[in-house]
C-alpha cells in the first residue's frame, strides 16, 4: 500500500531540508527522502559561504577568453571534458552568453541577488529569532588579489557590487594583511563585503533538519528514489527503494539529480552538473574566523572551528565521479603559495557536482505543464545562500500565497 505524503521534498541538502523546514513551519505534512544522508552532497563539503557579493552569474565578462587559457595551460581552475553531447555544448554556449557583456551580467546579478538578499534576511531570523544552534559567522568575506590583471578584475567587480547597492569596501595591502595574519605577502590589495557571512555547511543543515522534525518533518534516510510516474498533470506515484508515496505535492530538490527525475515525467531542464573540490586542512594558529576569496586561483577559503577549508575548481565531466588528484594538487599549491597553511596534514578531500543552470538563475517554481510538481535546483555554487529563500518561496507557491520576491525570474 502506498505512503502518503501531503508534501513530498526529494533530497536532503540544504534546499531540501529548507523545503521541509517551511512547510511543517506553515502545518503541512511534510516528508523528505534522502537517498543517503542528510547533507552527504554538495552541502557537505563546501565553504558554507553565504555572500551577496558573490551571488553574481559565474560567467563574468571577458571570462570566456580567459577559460580559453586555462585550458590549454591545464592547470587553471577551470576543466572541461570533451565529449559527444550536443546538450551540453548548447548549455556551454548558453553559459558563455550569460557573461558576455555587463548589462547581462547585472541583470543576471541582480535576479540572483534579490534571492540572496531574502535568504540572508531568513538566516538571521533563523539563528536571532528561532535560536538555530550552529556557529554563525557575520564577518564579511574578503577578496585577495596579486597580480595587476586580477587585482583590477577584483575591483571592477567590487565597483559593480557598490552600483547594485552593496558594501564592497577596497582594502589597501596593509590592511588585507592586517585582518588576515594567514595570508601570504605580497598583496596589491583586498575587497571586504561586510554583509556577508559564513558557517559550518552540513552543521548546518543537521540543525535546520532537527528543527523541521520539531515541527513534526518526517526525513528518512537512505531513501533512494527510482521513478516518478506521471498521469495527465500530476506526479500520480514515486517509487522508492523502501516502497511507494503518493503525495498532494512534489518538490524537487534532488540537486544535479533532479534534471533525471524531472525528465522520467516530461520536463527538460538545462541543467548541467559542474563538479567542484574540496581540501579540509588544520587551522592556522593566527587564524580568525573569517572567509576570503583567492582570485588568482579562484579558490573559497574559510576558517571554520578548528579546521581550514579551501574550495574551488569548475570541471565540467558529466556524472564522472573520479576524484582528479592533479586538481587536488592545484589546490594544494595553490594554498602553499598564497596562505601561511600547514599542507602536510589533508584532514579531508571531497569533490561533489553543483547544479548550474546556463543563465546563472535557479530553478524555482511549479514545473511546466504538472500541477503538482515544483523544481528547486540549478544554485550551483550559491547553494547554501539561497538555501531558505528557496524553501521559503515553494511553500508560498504550494500554499498560492504572496511570495517576498518576483518567483517568476526563476521560473522553470
Known amino acids: 500500500m502506498a505512503q502518503h505524503a501531503h508534501v513530498l521534498v526529494i533530497g536532503g541538502g540544504i534546499i531540501g531540508v529548507s523545503v521541509a523546514y517551511y512547510a511543517a513551519r506553515a502545518g503541512l505534512g511534510v516528508t523528505l527522502l ?7 552532497g554538495s552541502s557537505f563539503g563546501n565553504t558554507g559561504l553565504l555572500t551577496l557579493c558573490d551571488s553574481h552569474p559565474l560567467a563574468v565578462p571577458g571570462s570566456a577568453l580567459k ?7 591545464g592547470r587553471g581552475p577551470l576543466y572541461i ?4 553531447d550536443a546538450r551540453f555544448w548548447l548549455w556551454l554556449l548558453r ?19 534579490a534571492l540572496s538578499r531574502l535568504s540572508l534576511e531568513l538566516y ?12 554563525w559567522h557575520q564577518a564579511g568575506v574578503y577578496h585577495v588579489a596579486y597580480t595587476p590583471e586580477v587585482w583590477e578584475e577584483t575591483r571592477r567587480l567590487a565597483h559593480e557590487a557598490q552600483a547594485v547597492g552593496l558594501q564592497a569596501y577596497i582594502l589597501p595591502p596593509a590592511e588585507v594583511l592586517a585582518r588576515l595574519p594567514y595570508v601570504r605577502a605580497p598583496v596589491l590589495g583586498g575587497v571586504f563585503c561586510p554583509n556577508d557571512a559564513h558557517a559550518d ?9 532537527e528543527r523541521a522534525r520539531s515541527r513534526g518533518a518526517r526525513i528518512l534516510e537512505g531513501v533512494e528514489v527510482l521513478r516518478l510516474v506521471r498521469h495527465g498533470e500530476r506526479v500520480r506515484e514515486v517509487w522508492t527503494t523502501h516502497g511507494v508515496y503518493t503525495a498532494t505535492w512534489v518538490v524537487l530538490a534532488a540537486g544535479v539529480w533532479t534534471r533525471e527525475l524531472a525528465a522520467q515525467v516530461g520536463v527538460s531542464l538545462a541543467l548541467e552538473p559542474a563538479k567542484g573540490y574540496s581540501l579540509t586542512l588544520p587551522r592556522p594558529e593566527q587564524a580568525p574566523p573569517t572567509a576570503l576569496l583567492l582570485d588568482e586561483p579562484k579558490l573559497a577559503v ?9 574550495a574551488g575548481l569548475l570541471e565540467l565531466s558529466g556524472m564522472d565521479a573520479r576524484l582528479r588528484w592533479a586538481r587536488v594538487k592545484h589546490m594544494l599549491a595553490a594554498a602553499a603559495q598564497y596562505l601561511r597553511v600547514d599542507t602536510q596534514e589533508i584532514l579531508g578531500v571531497w569533490r561533489g557536482w553543483r547544479p548550474c543552470t546556463a543563465h546563472g538563475r535557479p530553478y524555482i517554481g511549479r514545473a511546466p505543464g504538472l500541477r503538482n510538481l515544483f523544481l528547486a535546483t540549478g544554485h550551483c555554487t550559491l547553494g547554501m545562500t539561497q538555501g531558505p529563500a528557496t524553501g521559503r518561496l515553494i511553500v508560498d507557491l ?6 517576498a520576491i518576483d518567483v517568476s525570474l526563476y521560473a522553470p
Open 201 to 209: 555547511p552540513a552543521a548546518l543543515v543537521h540543525a535546520l533538519a
Open 67 to 73: 577559460g580559453l587559457r586555462w585550458l590549454l595551460q
Open 95 to 113: 553559459f558563455a552568453r550569460s557573461g558576455s557583456d555587463w548589462a547581462t551580467f547585472r541583470r543576471e546579478w541582480a535576479h540572483n541577488l
Open 34 to 40: 534522502e537517498r543517503h544522508t542528510l547533507a552527504s
Open 81 to 84: 571534458h570533451p565529449r559527444m
Open 398 to 403: 504550494i500554499l498560492e500565497q504572496p511570495t
Open 124 to 135: 538571521r531570523d533563523l539563528v536571532e529569532q528561532e535560536g538555530l544552534p550552529v556557529a
Open 302 to 310: 574559510t576558517v571554520l572551528e578548528q579546521r581550514l577549508r579551501l
